[in-house]
Nanobody, 123 residues
């Protein structure tokens, strides 16, 4: 069992930056691939980025490539999503998730989820 808690969300102007954190507790964090997802009002949850257990491989959805960076520090049991050049369309609740399954893809099939943190980008 892994418990995940996101933090770092907030209100930012377009063009600004935020860094989200995902603190993990329970089983060894480094055993899991980690993903970031978001859900805007009235829309389905969508994949944003993923990172492998070691942090050596990453995967992004096209709309955030070059703007967002996913990373992790297994010593601190924490994952991160650095978001730069934010746009109003990035407004959503952001979730981190963890899974045992190997490989990185855009699937939402993860074993554990955090409660989410709100990101609002004003124009």
């Amino acid at each position: 069992q892994v418990q995940l808690v996101e933090s770092g969300g907030g209100l930012v102007q377009a063009g600004g930056s935020l860094r989200l954190s995902c603190a993990a507790s329970g089983r060894t964090f480094s055993l899991y691939n980690m993903g970031w997802f978001r859900q805007a009002p009235g829309k389905e949850r969508e994949f944003v980025a993923a990172i492998s257990r070691s942090g050596g491989n990453t995967y992004y959805t096209d709309s955030v490539k070059g703007r967002f960076t996913v990373s992790r520090d297994n010593r601190k049991n924490t994952g991160y999503l650095q978001m730069n050049s934010l746009k109003p369309e990035d407004t959503a609740v952001y979730y981190c998730a963890a899974r045992n399954k190997l490989g990185l893809d855009s699937s939402t099939k993860y074993d554990y989820w955090g409660q989410g943190t709100q990101v609002t980008v004003s124009s």
